[in-house]
C-alpha cells in the first residue's frame, strides 16, 4: 500500500483544516487506518484512526472533540477534519496502515505516507 497525505498549511488558532490520505491498491479496505503527528523535538504520537478491530474510531486526548477521522473505501482514502486548531496542533501529520497491533503504537503500522505539515499560528 502506499500512502500519499495531502491538506496541511499554515492557519490561525481556532481555523480549521482537512487532511486527506489517498491510498494505492485494491486492498485498501482490509487494512486498519490511523492519523500521527509529530512536533518538532517530541516524539511520533498517535491522533486518531480505526479501533483495535475496526468497527469504531479512537483519538487521543488532546483531540478528542475537535478532530474526526473517517475513511472513505469507495474513493481508497481517509480524511481527518481538524476543528479548532491550537498552536500545540502544530506538526507534520502522517497518515498509516495496518493490519493488526495496537491502533494506538506506530510499531503496529506497517505503511507511512509522507506527512503533511500543519502550521497553527496563535
Known amino acids: 500500500v502506499q500512502l500519499q497525505a495531502s491538506g496541511g498549511g499554515s492557519v490561525q488558532a481556532g481555523d480549521s483544516l482537512t487532511l486527506s490520505c489517498a491510498a494505492s491498491?485494491?486492498?485498501?479496505?482490509?487494512?486498519?487506518m490511523g492519523w500521527f503527528r509529530q512536533a518538532p523535538g517530541k516524539e511520533r504520537e498517535f491522533v486518531a484512526g480505526?479501533?483495535?478491530?475496526?468497527?469504531?474510531?479512537a483519538y487521543a486526548d488532546s483531540v478528542k472533540g475537535r478532530f474526526t477521522f473517517s475513511r472513505d473505501n469507495a474513493k481508497n482514502t481517509v480524511y481527518l477534519q481538524m476543528n479548532s486548531l491550537k498552536p500545540e496542533d502544530t506538526a507534520v501529520y502522517y497518515c498509516?496502515?495496518?493490519?493488526?497491533?495496537?491502533?494506538?503504537?506506530?510499531?503496529?503500522?506497517?505503511?507511512w505516507g509522507q506527512g503533511t505539515l500543519v502550521t497553527v499560528s496563535s
Open positions: 491498491g485494491r486492498t485498501f479496505s482490509s487494512y486498519f
Open positions: 498509516a496502515a495496518r493490519k493488526t497491533g495496537s491502533p494506538l503504537s506506530a510499531r503496529s503500522f506497517d505503511y
Open positions: 480505526d479501533t483495535w478491530g475496526g468497527g469504531g474510531t
